[in-house]
């Protein structure tokens, strides 16, 4: 085993925890949970997948998140209910 101490205080321990905040939805207990369900499964997969690309799709995520889904996941959720029951 090795520790590297540069490691847990690095900019990206930094943005994962932003990332998946904002992926689930600022301001709500569950979104975080959320968030970092979809992060962590979506992370394995494209780590093992795409080594080197991953980060950059993760930077991307969060300019899309920011900028068209600012409620994340769960104002996405709430969206979809809101549709299905004026159409139902």
Same mark, same amino acid.
């Given at each position: 085993?090795?520790?590297?101490?540069?490691?847990?205080?690095?900019?990206?321990?930094?943005?994962?925890?932003?990332?998946?905040?904002?992926?689930?939805?600022?301001?709500?207990?569950?979104?975080?949970?959320?968030?970092?369900?979809?992060?962590?499964?979506?992370?394995?997969?494209?780590?093992?997948?795409?080594?080197?690309?991953?980060? +950059?799709?993760?930077?991307?995520?969060?300019? +899309?998140?920011?900028?068209?889904?600012?409620?994340?996941?769960?104002?996405?959720?709430?969206?979809?209910?809101?549709?299905?029951?004026?159409?139902?």
């Amino acid at each position: 085993m090795s520790y590297y101490p540069q490691h847990p205080f690095s900019p990206v321990w930094t943005f994962d925890a932003v990332l998946i905040a904002f992926i689930g939805g600022v301001g709500t207990i569950h979104g975080p949970v959320l968030g970092a369900l979809f992060y962590v499964i979506l992370k394995e997969v494209l780590a093992v997948q795409l080594v080197e690309l991953h980060l +950059l799709i993760f930077g991307v995520l969060f300019i +899309l998140v920011v900028l068209f889904l600012p409620g994340g996941l769960v104002e996405a959720w709430s969206r979809v209910r809101r549709l299905i029951a004026r159409s139902g």
